[in-house]
């Protein structure tokens, strides 16, 4: 995946210049010093001179602009009036996180009083964030020294959250099959996904999948197989003609994804068979696209697979889930799921085995599973609420960390909240959740929220 790319807006006062007020010369290298930072944290930073009135900062952001920033970081270097910066800000596309740092660590009575002049940004940042408010901007904002605390580590979190949500708009989520009949909760009209989420339905066409299934090459097909036998364990007997027909057909979904220009897409199991132009259902490739970023979410499930590849490209770490069994002993909850999970997720390497596949006309394929790692995660559901819009339930959980288990050769996963279980599913029943979920790992409540307030979502938060 592509760095992202920081446009780092430092923020000043003209009065200072003009009265011959000296802070630059501390102040410059300092913006640097973060810069750096945010560098050595994987992020692409663009610099900006310090900005002090409208002109300045409209240059800045149109470079940020132009330039391909996926989001603006602000730092007050001093105090800097709001009105010379929030017209520019309010009225960017990119999204906008407030770094609220200063270089002195100790500001007790006892601190040099000249000290002041180099650490008083914060009611700067106080009077943007107000007229950002008043503006209807999103933002986030991480506060706290540096290099003492994490607040860089912050900053950079939300700047994941903000460019994965921004990322959203625009998109298209591919769909095979269309929508598991019967499944109400996640449905969605292709005019309500397009309003509220910014993104297009594609569907799936039997001739072109036909088409491309037919043209993938044995050379591809090859290197696929060896690729398999290189990344999965074979817990079964893995005959060659089933298998290359898996990867044949898996490699043709691949490949419509890639001549759609697909983010995210969804399969109904139930719709796989040879006049809708695939021979089996490519449960490898769901695993594998999401290993590559691409969102997926199971049974036709548009709504779900376009948030959950959103939350991939800010995070990186995101999987579609669904919660199966209940550990009443244990206080966890097993997540699984047919044979669809994010492969680069797993606590070791996965399994693949061959299996029969009775729920529909499909012939038998090659399935990959494995075990979700062990970690602090999020536990995320978009839904829709009684007032006819979205809502997104937000949850710190553990993944336990399995290292034996007696379901090898299943998707398979322990999520354990972190309240008592009863308690945790009455309470995301009674919010209205879908049975389809997000997961995310190494992220914060924080983060997420600014993720769904950037979408326009309401938030529920079960901690």
């Known amino acids: 995946m592509k760095k992202i790319k920081i446009g780092f807006l430092p923020l000043y006062i003209k009065l200072y210049d003009d009265c011959g007020f000296v802070v630059r010369p501390r102040t410059e290298p300092f913006y640097e010093e973060l810069a750096c930072r945010f560098e050595e944290l994987g992020f692409d930073v663009m610099r900006s001179p310090f900005c002090n009135v409208e002109e300045e900062f409209k240059a ?18 001093a105090y800097s009036p709001s009105l010379e910066c929030i017209k520019v800000l309010s009225g ?50 991480a506060a706290g020294h540096y290099p003492t605390s994490n607040v860089v580590e912050k900053a950079a979190g939300y700047v994941k959250a903000a460019v994965g949500a921004a990322s959203l708009k625009g ?17 969605i009209s292709d005019e309500e996904l397009k309003e509220v989420f910014g993104v297009e339905a594609v569907y799936s066409d ?44 898996c490699l043709a979904v691949r490949h419509w994804i890639e001549k759609h220009g697909l983010e995210a897409f969804t399969v109904n199991f139930r719709e796989i068979r040879p006049e809708n132009g695939l021979e089996i259902m490519p449960f490898m490739e769901a695993c594998k696209a999401m290993a590559r970023g691409i969102g997926y979410a199971g049974e036709g499930d548009v709504m ?56 529909g006309e499909a012939d038998d394929p090659i399935v990959g599973y494995g075990c979700y790692k062990g970690g602090e995660a999020i536990f995320t559901n978009v839904f829709k609420n009684e007032k006819g819009t979205y809502t997104m339930l937000i949850s710190p959980v553990e993944m336990l960390d399995v ?52 979408l326009g979502l309401e938030t529920v938060i079960v901690d």
């Open 92 to 141: 960017t596309s990119l999204p906008i996180v407030v770094l609220d740092t200063t270089e002195v660590y100790d500001f007790s009575p006892l601190q040099d009083g000249d000290e002041l002049n180099y650490c008083h940004g914060i009611h700067g940042v106080m009077d943007m964030t107000n007229m950002l408010k008043r503006a209807g901007k999103a933002y986030a904002i």
């Open 171 to 187: 998109t298209k989520v591919g769909t095979i099959g269309g929508s598991f009949d019967g499944m109400g909760d996640f449905l």
């Open 60 to 77: 800045a952001v149109s470079k940020f602009e132009e330039e391909g920033a996926d989001c603006i970081v602000t730092w007050h270097a």
């Open 206 to 249: 039997g001739a072109e999948l036909t088409a491309l299934r037919n043209e993938v090459t044995d050379e591809e097909i090859e290197a696929e197989m060896a690729w398999d036998a290189e990344n999965y364990i074979a817990i079964s007997d893995i005959d060659e003609e089933t298998h290359r027909k898996t990867v044949r057909n």
């Open 304 to 359: 779900t697979a376009a948030v959950t590849g959103a939350m991939m490209r800010g995070f990186g770490t995101a999987a579609f889930v669904e919660i199966f069994c209940p550990d009443w002993k244990g206080g966890s909850l097993m997540l699984s799921h047919m044979g669809e999970y994010n492969m680069a997720l797993a606590n070791g390497k996965s399994e693949m085995k061959k299996i029969s596949f009775i729920f």
């Open 403 to 454: 290292r034996e288990d007696n379901f090898v050769g299943t998707v398979r996963g322990w999520m354990r909240p972190k309240m008592p279980l009863p308690e945790f599913l009455e309470r995301i029943s009674m919010a209205g959740v879908t049975h389809h979920s997000s997961l995310i790992y190494d992220a914060t409540i924080s983060e997420v929220e600014f993720f769904a307030k950037i």
